[in-house]
């Protein structure tokens, strides 16, 4: 069965300091993975997804397909980055329709 | 645009009695999402549909179900409440849904509280 894992609950740093928030899935089709972001008082919304290879506010995610791993990183967190993070899988139903499977989410706090 | 509404956003209900949800989406999208957010579950899926046909299901008790109307906006209702019913219940809609390309919006949720 399809699953999706951020091992880290919490993940604190400093104002510049490098960040990179875990998610390892597992899936027997073939992979698209994406981060949504919710910032506080704020909706859940799409950060990023792998097929479009973007950078989204200094935020980039490989697709590791032999480490079944697509890990969020930033070279120097902002304290406006606090939010919870999380990662998504795209899941092809029986229907042959597509639906998304989250992960626990990790809460990111940036310090001053 | 406006975004995707859902009311009420607060609910406080009793065990054994039901409760529906209404979500309306952004106008132009025909697939609408829902999800159960839980502090220890994370965000589930329970249902999607589009074009008022539930398109897909995920793994939760035949107590919740959901339509859609012609308009696209859905209800979700879940009947004979549980304490584990607790949650934020979350709507997304998306133009087409069903893809991965097909960016999904988030609304700001129902907070259900079952006593």
Not at chain 1, 15 to 31: I, Q, R, T, W
Not at chain 2, 4 to 14: A, E, N, S
Request: glycine share 8%; proline share 4%.
């Amino acid at each position: 069965a399809q699953r999706v894992t951020q091992p880290e609950k919490l993940l604190s740093v400093f104002k510049g300091a490098p960040v990179e928030l875990k998610c390892n899935y597992s899936y027997s089709g073939s992979p698209e993975l994406f981060w949504y972001v919710q910032y506080s008082r704020q909706r859940l919304q799409l950060l990023l997804r792998h097929i479009s290879r973007e950078s989204i506010k200094g935020f980039t995610a490989d697709l590791n397909k032999g480490e079944t791993s697509f890990h969020l990183k930033k070279p120097f967190a902002q304290e406006e980055d606090s939010a919870m993070y999380y990662c998504a899988l795209s899941v092809t139903m029986n229907s042959g329709y597509s639906t998304l499977t989250f992960g626990k989410g990790t809460m990111l706090l940036v310090s001053p | 645009k406006a975004g995707v509404t859902q009311t009420p956003r607060y609910l406080i209900k009793t065990r054994g009695q039901q409760v529906t949800l209404s979500c309306s989406p952004i106008s132009g999208h025909r697939s609408v999402s829902w999800y159960q957010q839980t502090p220890g579950q994370g965000l589930q899926f329970l249902f999607e549909y589009f074009s008022e046909t539930q398109r897909n299901k995920g793994n939760f008790p035949g107590r919740f179900s959901g339509r859609q109307f012609s308009n696209s906006r859905s209800e979700m209702n879940v009947s004979t409440l549980e304490l584990g019913d607790s949650a934020l219940y979350l709507c997304a809609s998306s133009f087409t849904g069903g893809v991965s390309t097909d960016t999904q919006y988030f609304g700001p949720g129902t907070r259900l509280t079952v006593l």
